[in-house]
Each structure stands twice: as C-alpha cells, then as structure tokens.
C-alpha cells in the first residue's frame, strides 16, 4: 500500500510541474492566491485549518477553468479519537498538489459568480489528524463571488466546505470544515 500511495504522490507531482499544451482556450498566465479560514462543528473535532492555495490557470472556457498549484496548510487544535475522553493534539504543517475547476457566471458588469470544487494529496509533517497518518486528501468546493478590476486582476470572496481524510475503510480519523476563502488573481 506505502508503494501505490508514493506512486500516487509522484505522479501527481509529476503532472504539476510537467509543461501541458492545452486544447481550450487560456488566456495568459494568471496566478491565484487563496487563502481559507475553517473551522469544524464536529463535537469530537476542535479543529480550525488556515490554507494558502498557489493556483495556475492552465486551461478554460468561456464558463469553466482548470487550475493546478499547489496546497499549503495549518491546522490547529485538538481531537478526541473514538474510545478515548481526552483530546489529543492535532495541530500539524501540511503541503501537496491539488488541482480545481471552477464553474464561473457573469453577473452585473464586473461581478461574478463560480463555483470552486478542488481535491489534492496533502503531506503533513506529523500524523494527523492525532492517530491518522503522514497524508491525507483535501476535498473543497463553494461558491463564490468574484469582481474583475481589469482583465489582468480579480479578487474573490467565497464560503468553503472541506473535507480532510485519508481514504481506508479503516484508521481515518478524516474530519469535515466550513468557512470563508478570500483570494486575488493576477497575471504575471
């Protein structure tokens, strides 16, 4: 299993890094900063996870965008694993490849609306959530309001799910998140 799973991380770094052409149209490089601040509603989960999402515009359509970048991530707290009264600490430093498609609707002038949905392997430098393991995967999606200054700058403001584990059966102490993301495009 240890093998598939660096196999899995591999790959995925390959395809970040890798030059890709593009079949649909993508306007010049854009860089997009996000940054989300969640926390959880679990009783079980004391848990808020602040992240910085580095994304690249590499293709799109008039209406959908794919990104990839990459994933940085701090969550702080405690969990109270199954069977046990007390918590553990939980607060650890994670980075990985993730990749998003946003869905994106013009509104009134230089507004917008999208919807965000992004998934990636998440390294962390301690077993995390207490119990888990050294990775896990970074589920989000939510919708999202952007106003474009220009064709060469946005901002966004958005509300966020997440959801964080590390997909066995069994030993996933995983968790769910809900908050807000803000962000800035920019080309470069």
Request: hydrophobic share 35%; net charge positive; glycine share 10%.
């Amino acid at each position: 299993m240890r093998r598939l799973i660096c196999v899995i991380i591999f790959i995925n770094f390959l395809l970040i890094f890798m030059p890709g052409k593009s079949y649909c149209y993508a306007a010049d490089s854009k860089l997009e900063l996000d940054w989300d601040y969640l926390t959880t509603s679990q009783n079980d989960r004391d848990l808020d996870t602040v992240s910085l999402h580095i994304l690249k515009k590499i293709s799109g359509t008039k209406n959908k965008s794919i990104y990839r970048g990459i994933t940085i991530t701090r969550p702080l707290g405690n969990v109270t694993l199954e069977h046990q009264t007390q918590s553990q600490d939980s607060s650890a430093v994670g980075i990985g490849p993730i990749y998003m498609i946003r869905a994106e609707k013009p509104y009134a002038g230089k507004l917008s609306a999208a919807l965000d949905m992004s998934g990636g392997v998440i390294l962390y430098d301690k077993p995390f959530p207490a119990g888990g393991r050294y990775y896990d995967f970074m589920w989000r999606v939510g919708p999202k309001f952007i106003y474009k200054f220009n064709d060469n700058s946005s901002i966004n403001v958005g509300y966020m799910l997440m959801h964080v584990s590390n997909g066995f059966k069994t030993h996933n102490p995983g968790y769910d998140a809900h908050g807000i993301s803000f962000g800035f495009v920019t080309n470069y």
